[in-house]
């Protein structure tokens, strides 16, 4: 059984004439005919009666043509799905993103866009470190990362868009005589006790912040760690340290805690998108143009001093 046997089928259902059906499908009706008997071979019932002045449907036939539609509708859906797939329109995308992405303006206004404009495809986010993301995009676990340029080489098969620069804030107890500053050098911050991401947290902060402290002259003193920026920042609150975060936090607001910018030009961060280079998904390539989209949109936005001066571009891919 073929599905124009089924639309055949229907066609003669629907016209009560061979005639008519063959001349509503462009065949003639001697083919019609042979190709209906056929189908009642096949399904083993009679669906149709006929005489040479009428056709009627039997109580079969009534039956079978209900299914008929149906089938004949479910071809068609499963065509324009795999349409929409190809236009990067329907599926599924599994996006990965950091502890800090979901306080920057661009990670709410990428998500909001994409659904708008894609309400077919189903978004699966899963928050991770950057190195934990980037295995599994290797894995094929997910299609799309936000990450943070991690410390160690990135593979070669992992392709980045760089789609924006942030500066890196102290966050300080309140108490601290370092809160009466408008900016702090990393410098000042030699002897103070730090609230860190544990080392194998896999987050790309950790290592930068060892960087700029060595760069300054001395190797930071860790006296906590804590797995989750809320936590961190709430230990600074409590007086156990101070911290460097990407500057998305500050929109987190806890009593007993100031974020102040650093002097040091180096402070700074990326927001990437990666995802692997062999992936020529339609809907991977619809969210990273609408993700270099939504940078451009905020960048017009933006203070000129915060623009970041790559944002958009496509780097190793």
Request: aromatic letters at 6%; a neutral charge; charged letters at 25%.
């Amino acid at each position: 059984m073929e599905l124009r046997h089924l639309r055949y089928f229907v066609a003669v259902a629907e016209e009560l004439s061979f005639t008519r059906a063959a001349e509503r499908l462009h065949i003639g009706q001697p083919p019609l005919s042979q190709q209906i008997q056929a189908l009642e071979a096949e399904v083993g019932a009679r669906l149709l009666e006929r005489s040479k002045r009428w056709v009627r449907l039997t109580e079969a036939g009534k039956l079978f043509l209900a299914d008929a539609r149906r089938v004949l509708a479910l071809s068609e859906q499963a065509v324009l799905t795999a349409q929409r797939a190809e236009r990067g329109e329907a599926g599924e995308l599994r996006i990965g993103f950091t502890f800090s992405t979901p306080f920057t303006p661009l990670f709410a206004r990428v998500i909001n866009l994409y659904r708008q404009r894609f309400p077919q495809v189903t978004l699966t986010l899963r928050e991770l470190a950057t190195l934990h993301q980037i295995d599994a995009i290797e894995a094929h676990e997910l299609d799309l990362g936000f990450i943070r340029p991690p410390e160690v080489p990135i593979a070669e098969g992992i392709g980045i868009t760089e789609l924006r620069h942030d500066p890196l804030l102290l966050v300080l107890p309140a108490s601290s005589p370092l809160a009466r500053k408008k900016r702090v050098a990393i410098s000042e911050l030699q002897g103070l006790p730090f609230v860190m991401y544990p080392k194998n947290a896999g987050t790309g902060i950790y290592p930068q912040i060892f960087r700029l402290c060595r760069a300054a002259g001395f190797v930071p003193k860790i006296g906590m760690e804590a797995g989750e920026a809320s936590t961190i920042i709430g230990l600074v609150a409590a007086g156990c340290g101070v911290s460097v975060l990407p500057d998305s936090f500050n929109r987190m607001h806890m009593e007993g805690v100031v974020y102040r910018p650093l002097a040091d030009p180096a402070a700074t961060t990326e927001l990437w998108l990666a995802q692997r280079r062999t992936d020529s998904s339609p809907l991977v390539a619809a969210f990273i143009a609408l993700a270099r989209e939504a940078v451009s949109e905020l960048d017009e936005m933006d203070e000129p001093s915060r623009a970041p001066k790559k944002a958009g571009r496509t780097d190793r891919t």
